[in-house]
């Protein structure tokens, strides 16, 4: 039997502050997400920093080389993608005739199993770009402010980038002097934990995405798509956004098969080519290349994609689990707070069997977790 008494004030407090906190992301998420975003990059680049303070090399200096670095690796990305693109523009007349083809076969398919007749779903059509063409110059209006938005975002994630990694220390110190004495070394614990946490995620993530790009560049090849390598990359940064992104690529990837006038082998072979390595991705190059550094249950990581997407969108898709990987390390640390870490950590001696196989085939390294 239960003899504690919960304390209804004390209840309505800790529900009043989860409001407090889940308002002011929500309120504040232009301001949060480009600091949450280059906080986890800054953590991803301490160590590069080190490598070149200790080759003489000021923190200042080090820092811009860190950035600079960041904007090489994007810069690589982005033209590896355009050169991709220019082929696949060369085609945008045949592809636009296919889709065209692909429309008109599906008018008719309703026309004979609905009953709506070509001519009145072409009325129905007209009447719908008719009445979407008024507010053209809204919209274009709108995305000139969401392109703006974002390359404001991107430079203010690289100035606190570099600020981040330029006052690290004093930053620390910050943190540790606001605690008290008795628990400095356990908030200098936190730190350091955290720290490693989000470098071997993002590090292994990176390694993960580069992989994915060869295996699904291999794959797609092989299935005789056009431009693989454009799909493969695609499908590889798309790998940023945990199960919604891979489902993502590959959909894409379908619907350019389609329109270029690939048969239902090709799309069978594509559909292939995804379950094999999501198979791969899943029992070996997870387990090995990012690891179990974010110990987090499969449900509170579906939980935090949910939660972050209604209040950052996109961009909390992708900091979700980092993010939830941080709170844990705090739960585990804060002994109030112990069985909260242990209800969103993930069970021990719960691994499918073939993934304790993979993981014994490449020896003693790959059975630490």
């Given at each position: 039997?239960?003899?504690?008494?919960?304390?209804?004030?004390?209840?309505?407090?800790?529900?009043?502050?989860?409001f407090l906190v889940i308002s002011g992301m929500y309120?504040?998420?232009?301001?949060?997400?480009?600091?949450?975003?280059?906080?986890?990059?800054?953590?991803?680049?301490?160590?590069?920093?080190?490598?070149?303070?200790?080759?003489?090399?000021?923190?200042?200096?080090?820092?811009?080389?860190?950035?600079?670095?960041?904007?090489?690796?994007?810069?690589?990305?982005?033209?590896?993608?355009?050169?991709?693109?220019?082929?696949?523009?060369?085609?945008?007349?045949?592809?636009?005739?296919?889709?065209?083809?692909?429309?008109?076969?599906?008018?008719?398919?309703?026309?004979?199993?609905?009953?709506?007749?070509?001519?009145?779903?072409?009325?129905?059509?007209?009447?719908?770009?008719?009445?979407?063409?008024?507010?053209?110059?809204?919209?274009?209006?709108?995305?000139?402010?969401?392109?703006?938005s974002i390359l404001v975002d991107c430079i203010l994630?690289?100035?606190?980038?570099?600020?981040?990694?330029?006052?690290?220390?004093?930053?620390?110190?910050?943190?540790?002097?606001?605690?008290?004495?008795?628990?400095?070394?356990?908030?200098?614990?936190?730190?350091?934990?955290?720290?490693?946490?989000?470098?071997?995620?993002?590090?292994?993530?990176?390694?993960?995405?580069?992989?994915?790009?060869?295996?699904?560049?291999?794959?797609?090849?092989?299935?005789?798509?056009?431009?693989?390598?454009?799909?493969?990359?695609?499908?590889?940064?798309?790998?940023?956004?945990?199960?919604?992104?891979?489902?993502?690529?590959?959909?894409?990837?379908?619907?350019?098969?389609?329109?270029?006038?690939?048969?239902?082998?090709?799309?069978?072979?594509?559909?292939?080519?995804?379950?094999?390595?999501?198979?791969?991705?899943?029992?070996?190059?997870?387990?090995?290349?990012?690891?179990?550094?974010?110990?987090?249950?499969?449900?509170?990581?579906?939980?935090?994609?949910?939660?972050?997407?209604?209040?950052?969108?996109?961009?909390?898709?992708?900091?979700?689990?980092?993010?939830?990987?941080?709170?844990?390390?705090?739960?585990?640390?804060?002994?109030?707070?112990?069985?909260y870490g242990l209800l969103i950590g993930r069970e021990?001696?719960?691994?499918?069997?073939?993934?304790?196989?993979?993981?014994?085939?490449?020896?003693?390294?790959?059975?630490?977790?």
């Amino acid at each position: 039997m239960f003899t504690a008494t919960p304390s209804l004030s004390k209840s309505i407090s800790i529900l009043f502050f989860a409001f407090l906190v889940i308002s002011g992301m929500y309120f504040g998420r232009e301001f949060l997400i480009p600091i949450a975003i280059a906080s986890l990059l800054a953590m991803l680049f301490v160590p590069l920093s080190r490598w070149f303070e200790l080759r003489g090399i000021g923190r200042t200096l080090a820092s811009l080389l860190c950035v600079l670095t960041l904007l090489a690796g994007i810069a690589g990305v982005i033209t590896l993608l355009s050169w991709q693109a220019s082929d696949i523009s060369n085609d945008l007349s045949q592809i636009g005739e296919r889709l065209s083809q692909i429309g008109n076969d599906l008018r008719q398919f309703i026309a004979r199993n609905v009953g709506i007749s070509a001519e009145k779903q072409k009325e129905w059509m007209d009447k719908q770009s008719v009445a979407g063409s008024g507010p053209s110059m809204g919209t274009a209006g709108t995305i000139l402010s969401s392109a703006m938005s974002i390359l404001v975002d991107c430079i203010l994630v690289l100035v606190y980038l570099f600020l981040f990694i330029c006052s690290r220390a004093h930053l620390k110190k910050f943190v540790l002097t606001i605690v008290p004495s008795s628990e400095a070394k356990e908030a200098d614990q936190i730190i350091n934990d955290a720290g490693k946490m989000a470098q071997r995620y993002i590090s292994g993530m990176s390694m993960m995405i580069v992989m994915l790009w060869i295996l699904y560049g291999i794959g797609f090849s092989i299935a005789g798509v056009e431009n693989a390598l454009f799909f493969a990359v695609l499908c590889g940064i798309l790998e940023i956004i945990p199960f919604i992104g891979n489902i993502t690529g590959t959909a894409l990837t379908i619907l350019m098969v389609i329109s270029q006038g690939g048969d239902n082998s090709m799309i069978l072979a594509v559909l292939g080519t995804y379950a094999i390595i999501q198979f791969m991705q899943t029992y070996i190059l997870e387990p090995l290349v990012v690891g179990s550094e974010v110990n987090i249950s499969p449900l509170f990581t579906i939980l935090a994609l949910v939660f972050f997407e209604l209040v950052w969108s996109i961009p909390g898709m992708i900091l979700a689990i980092p993010m939830l990987g941080i709170v844990k390390i705090l739960c585990d640390h804060i002994k109030p707070l112990k069985p909260y870490g242990l209800l969103i950590g993930r069970e021990k001696n719960r691994d499918p069997r073939i993934f304790m196989a993979v993981k014994s085939w490449f020896g003693p390294a790959a059975k630490k977790k």
